[in-house]
């Protein structure tokens, strides 16, 4: 195969951000040019202050500095970078659909398909198209179909190559990837273009480490990789709930349980629930793609995951409300972390939203404080929810710059994102300052229960009585 020395990637997000950054840094030779559609995105990737990159990411601002300006490029001009590079990535968002058909299911996928119209308009040239964005199964055929649809004498070959980095640890998982996946077609010049990728990651993955299948094999493990992890979450977030009612400890069941190698210990964390991007859109998808082949079992089941989910953050936010007595109109709640996870700014989907509007719909008075979440972004997400008026979401919630100021004077504290420095708080200040009694309700079971007790906190912990 013949060796690739430009790439494009049409998508400058959390995916297309990181994995790129990465490839510039381990492939000094190959220029790598990351477009996008959204300026100030891009502007801020060509930031000079590296702190104003557009995501967080542990070390992704190290490998920014690296390879930016000498084989890593960021521009708004996506016609020429498609035009000089042997291999396109589409890395675009593809949401659930709010709209039509599938609404609320299926996947969207109006983004990718104008990449692929505009990757057909203006190449001049063979082209390795690679699928980075999460797609249902069966998305290459009709993007292939595309490419070909301008009859010109050039060769598309399209292959799938899902990304399975996690948020929070991106570089990492990039640096030290499990596996990369790439599928494609079994043909010789299917073959000769899964080469072409195989290369890139070669130059810092074992080849063990590569694995390559058939498109739709491709495809669909990375929708099933996330049902899997999704599910984890929320069968012990079952059993949670069924702790709690028993005198048995979520924690201790997840040791004991994931001691046993079949299971394995990772991934076993009760708590409010998942978020993300990812989880929930790409569940409801498979299920979407079961129903439409009328896999009614196999929908029934994988939908099971995102209803227990949603019962969990629910839960969570109905025992805050039972706990204080039944009302928490006028009460000042704080709420530690809002980003879905540790160490990254992304909110979408969190927990903390769904809780928070819980809580608002009670009136209470939310005080929010995130180590990485921007104010515009905290109102961003509730607005979104429609659930009441702009204005009543400022005058009930505010958010803060100091963890502290957040708890002063509170009724209770909820920890709805696992941030390590909430570890740290000078928790005897914390509670010299609160509304007696004082309530921790610790969605992600990171404080020290045994500490907050003796401090005089009411605790609530997810699965222990
Ligand atoms: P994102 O929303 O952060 O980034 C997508 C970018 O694509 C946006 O900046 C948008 O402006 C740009 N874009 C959309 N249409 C465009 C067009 N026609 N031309 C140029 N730019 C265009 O999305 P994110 O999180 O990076 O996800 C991308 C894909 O990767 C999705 O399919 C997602 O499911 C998948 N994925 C996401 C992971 C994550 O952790 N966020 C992990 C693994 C996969």
């Not at 390559?212 to 049902?227: D, I, M, P, Y």
């Not at 998942?274 to 929930?280: I, K, P, V, Y």
Request: proline share 3%; hydrophobic share 40%; with cysteine.
């Amino acid at each position: 195969p013949k060796k690739i020395k430009n790439i494009c990637c049409i998508g400058a997000g959390y995916v297309g951000g990181p994995t790129m950054a990465v490839i510039a840094q381990k492939c000094p030779e190959i220029k790598v040019t990351v477009v996008d559609i959204n300026e100030q995105r891009i502007a801020a990737w060509n930031d000079k202050i590296l702190d104003n990159l557009p995501i967080y990411e542990p070390g992704l601002s190290e490998v920014v500095k690296e390879a930016r300006g000498r084989n890593l490029f960021f521009s708004t001009d996506v016609d020429k970078a498609i035009v000089e590079a042997e291999m396109v990535f589409i890395s675009v968002n593809t949401p659930t659909k709010t709209y039509g058909v599938g609404k609320g299911m299926a996947a969207d996928l109006k983004y990718v398909e104008l990449c692929a119209r505009q990757i057909a308009k203006v190449s001049t040239s063979d082209k390795i198209v690679v699928e980075k964005s999460t797609l249902p199964v069966r998305t290459a055929q009709s993007i292939k179909t595309i490419l070909d649809a301008e009859g010109k004498d050039i060769q598309f070959k399209v292959l799938s190559n899902p990304e399975f980095l996690a948020e929070g640890t991106a570089i990492e998982d990039l640096h030290h990837a499990d596996r990369v996946l790439i599928g494609g077609d079994q043909d010789v010049d299917g073959l000769k273009a899964i080469q072409c990728l195989v290369e890139i990651y070669a130059h810092w993955l074992t080849k063990e480490r590569i694995l390559t299948t058939n498109v739709w094999s491709s495809e669909l493990s990375k929708l099933t990789a996330n049902a899997f992890l999704a599910q984890r979450v929320s069968s012990i977030n079952a059993i949670s709930a069924l702790c709690e009612h028993t005198g048995a400890n979520v924690d201790e069941i997840a040791n004991a349980i994931g001691a046993d190698s079949r299971i394995g210990s990772k991934f076993l964390k009760a708590s409010v629930g998942f978020g993300g991007s990812c989880f929930q859109k790409d569940i409801l998808n498979l299920v979407y793609i079961a129903r439409s082949y009328g896999l009614e079992e196999v929908a029934d089941y994988w939908n099971q995951v995102i209803i227990l989910n949603d019962y969990q953050k629910r839960r969570f936010a109905e025992t805050v409300v039972n706990t204080l007595f039944n009302t928490i109109s006028g009460k000042k709640i704080a709420v530690l972390g809002w980003a879905f996870k540790k160490d990254t700014n992304d909110t979408r989907e969190s927990a903390a939203i769904y809780v928070a509007d819980y809580l608002l719909n009670e009136q209470a008075e939310l005080m929010v404080y995130d180590p990485k979440v921007k104010p515009e972004q905290i109102y961003a997400d509730l607005d979104y929810l429609n659930t009441r008026s702009e204005e009543e979401n400022r005058r009930l919630l505010t958010v803060v710059t100091n963890p502290y100021e957040a708890m002063d004077d509170a009724h209770a504290v909820t920890i709805l994102t696992e941030w390590d420095e909430f570890k740290n708080y000078d928790w005897k200040k914390v509670y010299r300052g609160m509304k007696k009694p004082a309530f921790v309700f610790d969605g992600r079971n990171v404080l020290e229960n045994e500490l907050l007790k003796s401090i005089g906190f009411l605790t609530f912990n997810l699965g222990r009585s």
